[in-house]
């Protein structure tokens, strides 16, 4: 397992530079080396703004980044987090927030750290997802499998395989990639080898390349404004030792109206990996890619951004600037469409 994240870390550090097709194109904004400066994180997976306006950013190595749009502070193992690697962010009605990391999961009031793992009943200590829905149910999504928490106890929930005709890895059969909840209260699950699950709170139902999805590698699942479900896969053979036989089906699907689309025309979201897409507080979508920077989808429009790394996870805060958790560090999109780098000296403003 730890030799497949390596593999997927290393697939997500390709360089944006195939050429663009039918899209409307944002370059990034130059950007000279300072001195006396560091990235954020070498990889910055998570992004997330609390109810109090402050910004934080999850890394693979360093622990959690929090900026007060004053100061940048780390919080890591020695202040009481169970491992620096911490890849989810979600704050509860309570006001807490509770990370996702290498070793269990972590309740934060602002001042100590509560910390949960598998000898507590948690699934799996490798975290991938934190999610908490509608009716205020915590879900876990790991690298095992599934749990729910009602902030005591753990409850294993199991998802039923369906059948495929893919080769399955071992190592991720039972990785949760994403959970997301759609304006029907139905529960999505992100399987990487079995492709997406719906639970209407009774039953599921799957969506595979048997149904029309470019992989059974999903990352990712968010719901438009219209209802339809975005899902972003991966190309499965990027895992294969063989790095001749690394190609394959992959990338951008849309299930609108029981059809699944798919947007060959667009250059990186076919054949190619789709890590995150992520709707922000306008109902607009940010779609990334690891060969052709970012897409903004509104208007029936794809527009792209320019981002010399690929991108892991969104947020637009709350003065309508897009950050980007990236492989090789922090980027923002600006309120003029500018992409900046931000490193530990900024800049915030």
């Known amino acids: 397992m730890k030799n497949l994240l390596l593999t997927l870390l290393t697939i997500l550090t390709i360089s944006c530079n195939s050429q663009l097709k039918k899209a409307e194109k944002v370059e990034i904004e130059n950007v000279k080396e ?11 997976v998570e992004t997330f703004q609390d109810s109090k306006g402050n910004l934080w950013f999850g890394t693979l190595e360093k622990g959690v ?42 309740k934060f009031d602002g001042k100590t750290f509560t910390n949960y793992s598998e000898t507590d009943g948690l699934c799996s200590d ?32 199991l998802i039923p395989y369906p059948k495929i005709e893919t080769k399955i890895n071992p190592d991720t059969k039972d990785w949760i990639t994403s959970i997301a ?54 190309v499965a053979e990027k895992d294969n030792a063989n790095t001749e036989n690394r190609i394959g089906k992959g990338g951008l699907n ?29 109902n607009q979508l940010w779609i990334s890619t690891t060969s052709n920077g970012v897409y903004n989808y509104k208007n029936n429009k794809f527009v792209n951004f320019e981002v010399p790394t690929s991108t892991m996870s969104f947020l637009k805060d709350r003065t309508g600037n897009i950050w980007l958790g990236c492989a090789g560090g922090l980027y923002k999109i600006d309120k003029q469409g500018k992409t900046i780098n931000v490193t530990t000296n900024g800049p915030w403003k």
């Open 34 to 44: 300072q001195e006396n400066t560091s990235q954020i994180g070498q990889y910055v």
């Open 65 to 106: 980044a929090k900026y007060d749009n004053n100061k940048l502070t780390y919080l890591t193992t020695k202040d009481g987090l169970p491992s620096n690697r911490i890849t989810n962010i979600i704050e509860d009605k309570e006001g807490n927030l509770w990370f996702g990391t290498g070793s269990g999961i972590s």
């Open 126 to 157: 490798m975290v991938s997802n934190l999610f908490i829905d509608s009716k205020g149910i915590f879900w876990i999504g790991t690298w095992s499998g599934v749990c729910k928490f009602d902030g005591t106890l753990f409850e294993e929930f």
């Open 181 to 234: 909840e759609d304006t029907k209260g139905n529960i999505w699950f992100g399987r990487d080898g079995y492709g997406a699950s719906k639970f209407d709170g009774n039953s599921f139902v799957h969506f595979t390349i048997k149904e029309g999805l470019n992989s059974n590698n999903v990352q990712s699942i968010a719901e438009d404004k219209e209802g339809n479900i975005w899902i972003g896969t991966r």
């Open 254 to 282: 849309k299930i609108e109206s029981n059809t699944i689309v798919h947007f060959s025309e667009i250059s990186g979201l076919s054949e190619n990996d789709v890590y995150t897409i992520y709707k922000d507080s306008s």
